[in-house]
């Protein structure tokens, strides 16, 4: 098949160059359109939508059809620039054919392409947000994807989340993705027997128990999720409470019964993990003999599958080898490829074997809590900065986790060091950033959703407007010839849309590989991404830029352009003279074009 590269003029009379597979051995940024004089490109023009006086007579009756009702469109959800109550507007017999969430719509009417934001946002559901109000008013907010901690809550709660955001996308046209968070066999304490918190004092003297209880929890008692717990702690060691948010040191060991002294006071909550360091380095042979993916994991993956959710996070992964099983087993028990497989690097074996498990992945989070307890927390930044990176290397998103805005579970504002941390990670072009506590059981989940989202378009902007193009060198990672055709494609429209000073680039993907090559390259313009199914389009949803659409459309471009102009046209979405680079995967084409 030949390669295409299009080029239309201002004057909308596109020119189409064809070459030989050989030219692409080059990188296409090396080919010039001045090595072609533009007299030898044989061109075709191209048809407007129908509302553009100034169509091509001959292409009229060709293309008349890709003004149908029956299009469907779908905008991605919103980037929240406004707090108003989202109107449904899911109604497919609309004369131009478009369900859209109203709240994209709005911000880009109001405020263009360039202000969209770019870094994606999760929260995490729990007892603060698992209304339906309460979920929509986070969509409205900017929630790209909702996680689900399998830790917390039972399947019959986690169920009722995972339908009421499927009620509200498809009601609204809202594409929030669901992210399932396996519990992994950590060690964690039990509930608190209805407690939602409980107060340690310095100098306290608690009690760590594998012992169940029958009635009520006793004073100053914890229950432990290890059988092993009693036998394998040592007098001595210190025992870390959530990372590290409270500390005691064991002085006594009494059959099943361990007493600790506090040595570092605060709120213990139900189900916190726990970890052991003994002589100033971490235990890790307490839960090495445990599996990554434990047999009540295995239930939760079969509950997520069957419950149709776009992501499963898989805690404490040591090697690629856990995620090549899962991938496996989803292949065979979903339909194809539909969840994405999240590694969580919050353990050592994490960061040793950390290229070969991200190579295995769709995606990483940087699960700052747990890795801050397993390593010392003055390394947690280091190892922040090398996971993004390699993560971007490597093509995959990359989601920064924990402790964001945490001081915001009790007040309404962060801190400057908060607001500063999430800045960094915005800086370092992290894809995704998440809310946890803060969101499911916080007090001001909504405050803390528009800190994130403030904080990410003002540093997103400032970054752009100090010109600081990134010269991070992308490595070559395809490894078909259409693979690396996609990628110098995608490179080289990233480039061009940055040295043309372009308005958005568009992308036509069935797979969302095209669109995440794209926004790889974390061009300065937004990217709008145009794929056939909803469940694609829920996980571009996870990346960098990305703006997904669902839009059914053919392999011939011209057409595909034409529809998606006088569809986003009719909503105001864009207006004649935008300047946008279109490339698509079924074409391998790139396209320079002013909106009719
Ligand atoms: N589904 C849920 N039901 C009840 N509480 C939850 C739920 N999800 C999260 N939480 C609460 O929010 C806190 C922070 O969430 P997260 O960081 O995901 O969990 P953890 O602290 O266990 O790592 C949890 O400690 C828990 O108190
Ligand atoms: C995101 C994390 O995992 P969890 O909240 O499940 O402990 C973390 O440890 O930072
Ligand atoms: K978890
Ligand atoms: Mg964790």
Request: hydrophobic share 40%; with cysteine.
């Amino acid at each position: 098949m030949p390669q295409s590269i299009q080029f239309s003029t201002p004057s909308r009379t596109p020119h189409l160059l064809h070459l030989p597979h050989s030219q692409f051995n080059r990188p296409l940024s090396s080919i010039s359109f001045r090595r072609f004089p533009l007299t030898t490109i044989k061109y075709t023009s191209i048809r407007a939508s129908s509302s553009s006086p100034s169509l091509s007579p001959d292409l009229d009756s060709s293309s008349s059809s890709s003004s149908s009702s029956s299009q469907v469109l779908l905008s991605p959800n919103g980037t929240g620039a406004n707090e108003r109550s989202v109107v449904a507007t899911a109604v497919t017999t609309d004369a131009a054919g478009i369900e859209v969430d109203t709240v994209t719509e709005a911000e880009l009417k109001e405020n263009g392409f360039r202000s969209t934001r770019r870094t994606k946002l999760i929260c995490t559901i729990g007892p603060a947000t698992c209304g339906f109000d309460q979920l929509e008013a986070l969509a409205v907010g900017g929630m790209n994807v909702a996680r689900l901690n399998m830790c917390h809550g039972t399947r019959d709660w986690h169920r009722g989340v995972i339908r009421s955001v499927r009620k509200l996308n498809e009601e609204k046209g809202f594409a929030v993705a669901i992210m399932m968070d396996t519990e992994g066999s950590e060690i964690h304490m039990g509930d608190l027997g209805g407690d939602a918190s409980a107060k340690a004092e310095d100098g306290e003297v608690w009690t760590f128990t594998v012992r169940a209880f029958d009635s009520s929890r006793p004073e100053r008692t914890i229950s432990v999720s290890y059988d092993g717990f009693a036998e394998d702690v040592r007098v001595g060691d210190e025992l870390l409470v959530d990372g590290g948010m409270v500390r005691f040191e064991v002085i006594e060991k009494i059959g099943p019964d361990v007493k600790c002294l506090c040595t570092d006071p605060g709120l213990l909550l139900p189900r916190a993990n726990l970890t052991f360091w003994r002589d100033g380095s971490l235990v890790r042979e307490r839960n090495a003999m445990l599996p990554t993916i434990s047999s009540k994991d295995w239930l939760d993956i079969d509950f997520g599958i069957a419950e149709g959710v776009d992501f499963i996070a898989v805690s404490f992964v040591k090697s690629a080898e856990v995620i090549n099983h899962l991938k496996s087993y989803l292949a065979a028990r979903s339909r194809g490829g539909e969840i994405g497989v999240i590694a969580k690097i919050e353990s050592i074996d994490s960061l040793t074997n950390l290229e070969e498990i991200i190579l295995a992945s769709d995606g990483a989070m940087v699960a700052r809590g747990d890795l801050g307890a397993q390593i010392p927390l003055e390394q947690v930044p280091a190892a922040q900065q090398r996971i993004v990176q390699v993560c971007r290397a490597l093509n995959k998103p990359v989601i920064v986790a924990s402790q964001l805005l945490e001081s915001m579970i009790e007040y309404p504002t962060p801190t400057r060091a908060e607001v500063a941390d999430v800045s960094e990670a915005v800086r370092q072009r992290s894809d995704a950033l998440m809310l946890s506590g803060e969101s499911a059981m916080g007090q001001f989940p909504d405050k803390a959703l528009t800190v994130l989202r403030t904080v990410s378009l003002r540093i997103e902007r400032w970054w752009r407007e100090e010109e600081r193009h990134e010269s991070v060198p992308l490595q070559a990672i395809g490894s078909t010839f259409s693979d690396k055709i996609s990628e110098e494609i995608c490179n080289s429209a990233a480039k061009m849309a940055n040295n043309l000073g372009v308005d958005a680039v568009f992308v036509y993907t069935t797979s969302g590989h095209m669109a995440s090559l794209v926004s790889r390259c974390r061009p300065d313009c937004p990217i709008f991404a145009f794929t056939t199914t909803t469940s694609v389009r829920r996980r571009l949803n996870l990346q960098w830029g990305l703006i997904p659409f669902r839009l059914s459309f053919s392999d011939d471009m011209e057409s595909n352009l034409n529809k998606t102009f006088s569809l986003l046209k009719s909503r105001g979405m864009i207006k004649s003279g935008d300047l946008v680079i279109a490339v698509s995967d079924m074409l391998q084409s790139i396209q320079v074009m002013n909106v009719p």
